[in-house]
């Protein structure tokens, strides 16, 4: 376990905020972001401030290595607006 904590703690985080609107079929289209944040802090704003104007605003992390472009599977740690059902 302790290996699990030390390698959490070496890669690094990519983390995003992006905001979507329905368009005139009310499919979801990205209308900002995915913006990259510097901190889970920053990001929390960041998200915050537009998801009473967009349907959908989320913020995502996921771990990985950014040098190679290889990056685990995101966590979605914050939704707002007219979430839609996720696979």
């Known amino acids: 376990m302790a290996e699990?904590?030390?390698l959490q703690r070496q890669?690094?985080?990519?983390?995003?905020?992006t905001a979507f609107d329905r368009d005139r079929e009310?499919?979801?289209q990205p209308v900002y972001g995915p913006a990259e944040q510097q901190s889970e802090h920053r990001a929390i704003?960041?998200?915050?401030?537009p998801a009473g104007k967009h349907a959908w605003v989320n913020r995502m992390v996921?771990?990985?290595?950014?040098?190679i472009?290889?990056?685990?599977e995101p966590t979605t740690l914050?939704?707002?607006g007219d979430?839609?059902?996720m696979e």
């Open 45 to 49: 704003r960041a998200a915050r401030a």
């Open 69 to 72: 472009g290889e990056y685990g």
């Open 62 to 67: 996921a771990r990985g290595r950014p040098s």
């Open 11 to 17: 890669t690094p985080k990519l983390i995003v905020v």
């Open 26 to 28: 009310g499919s979801l």
């Open 78 to 80: 914050f939704l707002g």
């Open 4 to 6: 699990s904590i030390l």
């Open 83 to 85: 979430v839609p059902d």
